[in-house]
């Protein structure tokens, strides 16, 4: 089993639409959670992390944590065709500065 | 410096050569990390430094692979007979970090380079 696991995609969403993305994570002692947007060959730029149950918001973006059941996710409401990029979800474990990353999902929205 | 630099941007080399890859962090930024990135697929954790502290090797997939971190500042990656399957991009991140590890203040948030594409022919 992968330490962080996404699904490769493509998630196709129509623009305006609520995009959802999902990560699970194996490591129950994992305490902060990161969101990283990739354009197509460029460098992962952070979109938000969450370390606390619950919902947190930032704009059009949504992150979710659910620490029971060891999965967070990102919501982009509206969603606009620059934001079709790959999504790549981060877990950092306690007691360590490591950051390990998911393969990511690839979202592509259509006009 | 404003940002994450990596050098070279691109390296074409044949097999069994050595290459060295070079990231100057952000100023001030006291955690580097460096990642690999194959074609299509997710980010590989390689090595992180903090500080004067020992570095976290447990990602290096060989003992071809080395790093080494000058000062707390600049960091090389040495690939040591490089093989086809080296071929990626080789990214570097910085971040700040503080001393509370109860509380994550962001402290954790890396700033990545653009990267350098390693071509081994």
């Known amino acids: 089993q992968k330490e962080v696991e996404q699904n490769s995609g493509p998630l196709s969403v129509p623009e305006g639409a609520i995009a959802s993305l999902n990560c699970t994570y194996s490591d129950r002692g994992s305490q902060s959670f990161f969101w990283y947007r990739q354009y197509s060959g460029k460098s992962p730029e952070l979109i938000m992390f969450i370390y606390s149950n619950g919902d947190k918001e930032d704009g059009r973006f949504t992150a979710q944590l659910n620490k029971a059941s060891q999965y967070v996710s990102l919501l982009i409401r509206d969603s606009q065709p620059s934001d079709s990029a790959t999504y790549l979800c981060?877990?950092?474990?306690?007691?360590?500065?490591?950051?390990?990353f998911g393969t990511g999902t690839r979202l592509q929205v259509f006009p | 410096g404003a940002g994450v630099s990596q050098s070279p941007s691109n390296k074409v080399t044949e097999k069994g050569k050595d290459v060295e890859l070079r990231c100057d962090p952000i100023s001030g930024h006291t955690a580097l990390y460096w990642y690999r990135q194959s074609l299509g697929q997710g980010l590989e954790f390689l090595i992180y430094?903090?500080?004067?502290?020992?570095?976290?090797k447990s990602g290096l997939p060989s003992d071809r692979f080395s790093a080494e971190r000058t000062g707390g500042s600049v960091s090389t990656l040495t690939i040591q007979r490089t093989q086809q399957e080296d071929s990626a991009v080789y990214l570097c991140a910085s971040s700040s970090r503080t001393g509370d590890r109860s509380r994550d203040s962001g402290a954790n948030v890396l700033t990545f380079g653009a990267g350098s594409r390693l071509t081994v022919l």
């Open positions: 981060a877990v950092k474990r306690y007691n360590t500065d490591k950051l390990i």
């Open positions: 430094f903090q500080g004067n502290s020992a570095p976290d």
